[in-house]
């Protein structure tokens, strides 16, 4: 991925919403600083908490955004509009001082009026899609961006083969599985199931693990479990799983997901193109449940390759109805109680890929 690009003086990351947009940012920010440290970096974000929760904790400049999703309701169209012009305000002024400067839009609603600030000032635009199938903001942004990248296998015209998601280094397994158990509070030698909703946590989710554990206990024997709820599920998760008498640790972030990915010999996951990245590098055998309600079911198509592979399997959310529990609960009782299942779809994943976020990086300071 490289070319003439001549290196940036500052380097301007927007988009943001979910730890899925953002993670990508950073991951890439962090090569950039290992290889290119006079370049300056800034995130312009969405005001939502998990992207300051993403960026506080490593020190990342960024300024949170007003920019809201478009609606057709009179209402949501006005926050739009307010957001759409708040936000090229202070793009404005993150652009304007800098001569030579990069925009790199990672999708999602805030990225879109920055996008537009920078057409209007000659500032180039790289477009890096992170899921299967785009979404609006980046069909729009693809039209106007210099150069348009697509991480993974994607609908979007123009953007060339899949160069893979860009992980951060804090989401990479770096050791044994009893040192990353030790260090979020389970017990080194037992095996480990991860049940984690991503950044937004998910609620039908952690309520199916509430009934599972009240009427399943028995699946669980020889298990301990690490759950990543939704803030509002922490509680009652914590007392289902002390009243089954299941071993568990319950919390609702972990800064450090590669001591999660690193205990974990099974996980139940959403299919965010993150999510599955994780799972790919981290080689966990997963239940991947997508996020249920988006119409192009993007999260699926996510996670198709690696359940062709035979590395992940993927069922339909419980909320769906009666019919999606029966397949869904014979997968984990199966693959709870089968080592050689496990076994089995562990060898199904490739090997550990390239460091993907180091040729992105790479890319954009013309290396």
């Known amino acids: 991925m490289s070319n003439s690009t001549p290196v940036p003086d500052r380097i301007v990351f927007a988009g943001g919403g979910t730890g899925g947009t953002v993670g990508p940012g950073i991951a890439i920010a962090e090569r950039l600083v290992e290889i290119a440290p006079s370049v300056e970096i800034v995130f312009l974000c969405s005001d939502r908490p998990v992207d300051r929760r993403l960026l506080e904790p490593g020190g990342w400049a960024h300024q949170c955004m007003p920019a809201r999703s478009p609606g057709v309701r009179p209402g949501a169209a006005i926050r739009f509009l307010r957001g759409w012009h708040g936000t090229r305000r202070i793009a404005r002024r993150v652009l304007d001082p800098v001569t030579n400067c990069r925009v790199v839009a990672l999708g ?77 509070g389970l017990q080194p030698d037992l095996p480990t199931l991860l049940v984690t909703g991503a950044s937004q946590g998910a609620l039908s989710i952690d309520r199916m693990m509430v009934d599972l554990a009240t009427r399943h206990r028995d699946w669980f024997a020889g298990w301990q479990v690490l759950h990543l709820a939704g803030p509002d599920m922490v509680d009652a998760l914590a007392r289902a799983y002390a009243a089954s008498t299941i071993p568990a640790v319950v919390r609702p972030f972990l800064e450090r997901m590669g001591d999660a990915w690193g205990a974990a010999d099974l996980a139940i996951t959403r299919g965010g193109a993150s999510s599955i990245a994780e799972v790919a590098a981290s080689r966990t055998p997963a239940i991947v449940i997508p996020y249920p309600w988006h119409e192009d079911q993007h999260q699926a198509k996510n996670a198709a390759t690696l359940a062709k592979a035979g590395a992940v399997v993927v069922r339909t959310d419980p909320v769906r109805g009666p019919s999606a529990k029966p397949p869904l609960e014979s997968s984990l009782a199966g693959l709870l109680q089968s080592g050689e299942e496990r076994a089995r779809m562990f060898d ?8 993907v976020a180091v040729g992105f990086a790479r890319t954009l300071i013309g290396d």
């Open 348 to 355: 199904a994943f490739d090997p550990a890929p390239e460091d």
């Open 108 to 184: 999602g609603f805030v990225a879109p009026p920055v996008v537009r600030e920078a057409n209007r000032r000659g500032v180039p635009v790289d477009l890096l899609n992170l899921d299967a199938v785009a979404g609006r903001a980046n069909r729009w942004i693809a039209h106007r961006a210099t150069r348009a990248f697509t991480a993974v296998p994607s609908d979007l015209p123009g953007v060339g083969d899949a160069i893979g998601v860009p992980l951060r280094r804090a989401v990479l397994p770096d050791g044994p599985a009893s040192t990353h158990r030790e260090a979020v």
